[in-house]
Every structure is written in C-alpha cells, then in structure tokens.
C-alpha cells in the first residue's frame, strides 16, 4: 500500500508524462487544423471522466451555483489551451514549456489584483529567481 506522499507523487509523475505526450502529439499534428487537434483533445479527455463520475449523480454532478464565474474559467482556460496549442505548432517545444514555467509569475501578480493578496518579501524573491531561471532556459538573444 502505498502512503498518500507516494501515491500523491505517483499521479503527479503520471500527469506530468500525459501532459508531455500530449504537448509532442500536438507538435507532431501540424497536418490537421488546430480546431481539430483541440476537439479530440476534448472529446478523448472526456471519455476517462465519464467513468469518474458517480452513476447516481450523473446528471446533477456538474450543478453549480455560480455558471458566470465557471464561464469565465471555461472560457480562460480555453484561450490558454488554444493558446499554448498555436504556441507549440509556431515555436520550439523547449521553449514553449520553459515559458509555460512562468505561470506561478502570472498567477503571484494576478493574486495581488484580483484576490487581494498580500505578496511578502520572501514570495517577491522566489518569483524573481523563477524568472532569472525562465531568462537562463529560454536563452533570449538577438540572433532569432
């Protein structure tokens, strides 16, 4: 049996290989349109998650109290699939997962305006050395 840090680690490493298998299969499709690519993307996540859900709560397990605010999280999160989808089939596959490191950057800063957080010294800090170490993976230079 395997302890929850184990197991927790353990599904972490498995989303990590699905998502790159996927970021490759993306890179790989260039023949199709990108609206196509995204469809089975959806339509293959969604079979798994059909068997996730309780049979007796099927049609009610989605019910929400607040569809605006889960609308606009559809709508980001489909402009940044859409986006790191073109992203993959224009640049690199280096670069465009070394720039997606840069999300705890954007999510730190966007904390400040939209959640009201206090950012500390300390936190201000870890997001600088994320973004010295995002400048050394990305080499920028003048030469591209």
Known sequence: MLSKNQL???YMFISICAFSLMDVIVKWSDAYP???VLFFRGFCGLIPILF???KDRFLDFYKTDRPSLHLKRCLSGLIALISIFIALRNLPLAT???ISFAAPIFTTIFS???LS???G???WLAVLIGFVGIIVITEPGFDS
């Open 121 to 123: 010294f300390y936190r």
């Open 34 to 36: 990108v609206g196509q």
């Open 112 to 114: 400040i305006f939209f």
């Open 8 to 10: 927790g680690f353990f």
């Open 96 to 98: 465009v997962v070394s």
């Open 117 to 119: 957080e206090k950012v």
């Open 52 to 54: 996730l859900i309780p």
